[in-house]
Each structure stands twice: as structure tokens, then as C-alpha cells.
């Protein structure tokens, strides 16, 4: 598919959106890199599981301030700006955390890296807002399931560029060590950012009609219940995938810092992969009403997995004669793969929802309120990683993501294709 497939796209609008998306995926590779080298740095000084939680605190929690303000700045002033803002507060955190003493006191340390990490989740949010945005404004046609497809291969190429990033951030932590490997991400973010002015358009994404501050809470049904689910399913992955699964495979299997990444890389990459994949073999899924529909049965095979996946590592569960050394890596990771897609099933289908409930003149708006939903499934996830992990282990974590995607399953019940009215604002 290129830019101007079926003259979807205006050739101008196709190279905006091309060196928006370019941008956003630099951002991501610095963005995995450094949630796994935080992750393995810190533990390895001695933190807690719930001290490296605490880390990604501040992090998840600007997110949810920063989708909710970003997606009415977007409207208002255009999705350069934003985007802009997000590249240059990432460089400023990974300048900030290279500055760190490994001298100072834990205390001291933790709320140092917290600030850091805060910046960096104000920039995550800001670009990512930026980049999901600016896919409805150059769609032209949502015909044959043309936006659920350039949704898809947005989101997946996204996060198989954040797998990459997991497995950049062990490699770096191995072969440059920590201070050195920021300031080389810090560099190539800088050189983006010089590029990126010159082939963005200025008033990409900015509202024709007035935005007010009713606007900020005024949502449809369609997109509160939407937003409402995600909160939940983005915490049934983060509740194991942020703290608990590292942490088991480096301490309980005993797993290097590059395999780990490597695992946590082929994991991500994997979901993106399959995530840009979805519309393909979801053929009958071509507008919203299908999409809410498939959405439903696939979030009931979502959780079903992490439990299997518990109940294989109880002992005493698996038959005699299964190797005991092997079948707690076998059963976590060909699990967690086989999570891994149909997570990527899940999460595209919720991607496309919140782009085709939302009107065009508002969409940053929407996506902006739609992902502070998603900052907030990815604070409590991340909270609960390190707590539960820390009190009950790797299982409880698993059993807990269970219940959270239930409870999105439950959220997705409502949702119903848009009226024809409001299709047809959609695909003006």
C-alpha cells in the first residue's frame, strides 16, 4: 500500500504523514531502549521490584495529563507543535538521566529518575497523540476497510519498532553501559528533530471550528466506553510485562541482560508485526460495527491465556515425566507469545475503534482523551507489576491480567457502529 493508494491520500498530506510517522518511530526505538535500560540498570544497583515500579510511576501518570491536554493543543494549534514538544522533552529526560550519581541515595535516586521518566512520558504521549491523529486527517476514504488498515500498519510498525528498542536498550547496556547509550539516543533524536520542520505541514491537525473547554469532557457513548475498556486491557499487560517477567527470567531462570531484551524485543516486535497484520486476516471487519463485535469475542480468547498460563506454573499442575528445569520457561514464553497475538488482535481493533468514532475535526481530541484512558490502564499496570510481583509472585500477576481483561471484555459490550449522521461528519 503507498501513500496515495486509490487516491487515499493527498500526495502532500501522504508526505507530511510519512515524516510524522518517521519521526514518531525514531522516538520509539529511544522509547524501549530506555524502559529496558532503566529496567535492568536499576536492578542490577539493587533496587526492589516495587522501587523499579516506582520508577515508571511518574512516567504512566504524565501520560494521563498529557493525552488529556495534548489531544485540545493538537486541535487548537496544529499536531506539529506537539510533536515538536515530544522530541525535544525526550532529549532533555535522556540528557537528565545521564546526568545521575551512582553515589546518591536511593532515596534521592529514585525520585531523581521518577522526574526524568515524567518527561519522558509527557514526550511518549505528545508524539504518539501527534502520529495516531494525523492518520484520520490524510485517510481520505474509509471504504473497504481502508483507515482500519493504515491504523493497523501505524500501530504494529510502531510497536515492533519498540520490540527493537527492548532488545537496542540490553545490547547498549551491555556494550556502551548506561551513561553512553543515552547520550547516543539523545543524538539521533536531536537530528530528527532539525529534519523534522522541513517536510511537516503547520497546520496539520488544527480545528476549523472552536474549541472550548466543554470539549475536553464532551464525548460520545461510543468513545467513553471504548476508553473505559482500554484503561483495563492495557492493564492486563503491563500488570506482568513491566516489572514481574524481566525481573522472573533474569532471577528465577537465570537469564543474561541481552537475553532478556532479546525475549522482551521478539515479544514486542512480534505483537506489532501481527498488529499491522490484523485487517488482513479480519476480513469481514470493515467498519466500526464489526470491528466492536470482533472485539468482543476476541477479548474473551484474551482471557482465557494469562490463566492457562498461571495454572501451568503451579506445580503439581503439569504431568509427570514433563521436564522440571524446562517447563516454567516453556510454559511462560510460548504463553506469553501466544498472548502476545491475540493482544494484537485486541489492541488493533481498539486502535481503529477510537479513529472511526471520531469526528476529523476533532480527532486529536479524541485520541488524545482515548490514550490519557490508556495512561491510566498503563499506571495502574505498572503500580501492580511491582507490588503484586513483590508479595505473591510471578502467577499472581498473571491471574490478576485475567480478571482485567474480563472486565474490558464487559466495557466492549456497548459498542455499536456509529449513526449514520455521525458516519457520515466521520468521512467528510
Known amino acids: 500500500m503507498t501513500w496515495a493508494d486509490n487516491k487515499a491520500v493527498p500526495s502532500g498530506d501522504g508526505r507530511t504523514y510519512a515524516s510524522v510517522t518517521a519521526a514518531y518511530w525514531a522516538f520509539t526505538l529511544t522509547d524501549g531502549a530506555l524502559r529496558m535500560l532503566v529496567l535492568l540498570h536499576f536492578h542490577q544497583l539493587g533496587f526492589t521490584p516495587l522501587d523499579i515500579a516506582s520508577l515508571f510511576l511518574l512516567y504512566e501518570a504524565m501520560g494521563v495529563i498529557t493525552n488529556f491536554l495534548g489531544g485540545w493543543i493538537g486541535a487548537r494549534f496544529g499536531l506539529r507543535i506537539t510533536l515538536f514538544a515530544g522530541l525535544a522533552v525526550q532529549i ?62 501505524l500501530t504494529g510498525s510502531k510497536n515492533a519498532l519498540k520490540g527493537v528498542g527492548f532488545l537496542l536498550g540490553g545490547v547498549m547496556l551491555e556494550g556502551l553501559g548506561f551513561t553512553h547509550a543515552l547520550y547516543a539516543m539523545a543524538g539521533m533524536l536531536a537530528v530528527v528533530l532539525a529534519a523534522a520542520p522541513l517536510t511537516i505541514k503547520a497546520d496539520l491537525g488544527r480545528s476549523k471550528s472552536k ?75 470493515r467498519d466500526a460495527g464489526t470491528a466492536a463485535r470482533s472485539a468482543v469475542f476476541w477479548g474473551g480468547v484474551l482471557a482465557l491465556l494469562p490463566a492457562l498460563i498461571a495454572a501451568g506454573l503451579t506445580p503439581g499442575w503439569m504431568p509427570a515425566g514433563f521436564g522440571a528445569g524446562d517447563a516454567p520457561a516453556i510454559i511462560l514464553v510460548g504463553g506469553l507469545l501466544l498472548f502476545g497475538v491475540v493482544f494484537a488482535v485486541n489492541s488493533a481493533l481498539h486502535s481503529y475503534l477510537i479513529v472511526a468514532y471520531s469526528d476529523a475535526d476533532k480527532v486529536a481530541l479524541n485520541v488524545g482523551f482515548y490514550y490519557m484512558a490508556n495512561a491510566v490502564g498503563r499506571f495502574a499496570g505498572t503500580l501492580l507489576s511491582g507490588l503484586i510481583y513483590q508479595l505473591a509472585g510471578l502467577m499472581a500477576t498473571l491471574w490478576v491480567s485475567a480478571a482485567m481483561v474480563l472486565l474490558a471484555v464487559v466495557l466492549t459490550l456497548p459498542l455499536r457502529a456509529p449513526s449514520r449522521d455521525r458516519a457520515a461528519v466521520t468521512q467528510t
Open 211 to 285: 474549541i472550548g473547554k466543554r470539549d475536553l469532557f464532551a464525548k460520545t457513548r461510543e468513545i467513553n466506553f471504548l476508553s473505559a475498556a482500554r484503561i483495563f486491557l492495557f492493564a492486563s499487560r503491563d500488570v506482568w510485562f513491566v516489572v514481574g517477567v524481566p525481573i522472573f527470567l533474569y532471577d528465577q531462570l537465570s537469564w543474561s541482560f541481552d537475553r532478556v531484551g532479546l525475549f522482551m524485543a521478539v515479544w514486542v516486535v512480534g505483537y506489532g508485526i501481527v498488529q499491522a497484520l490484523v485487517p488482513r486476516f479480519l476480513r469481514r471487519t
Open 92 to 153: 532533555a529526560a535522556l540528557l537528565m538521566l545521564s546526568a545521575m550519581d551512582p553515589a546518591w541515595t536511593v532515596f534521592f535516586s529514585v525520585g531523581y529518575v521518577m522526574v526524568a521518566q515524567a518527561l519522558s512520558g509527557v514526550a511518549k504521549d505528545l508524539t504518539k497523540m501527534s502520529s495516531k491523529s494525523a492518520v484520520k486527517l490524510v485517510v481520505a476514504s474509509e471504504e473497504d476497510g481502508l483507515l482500519f488498515r493504515w491504523v493497523a500498519v
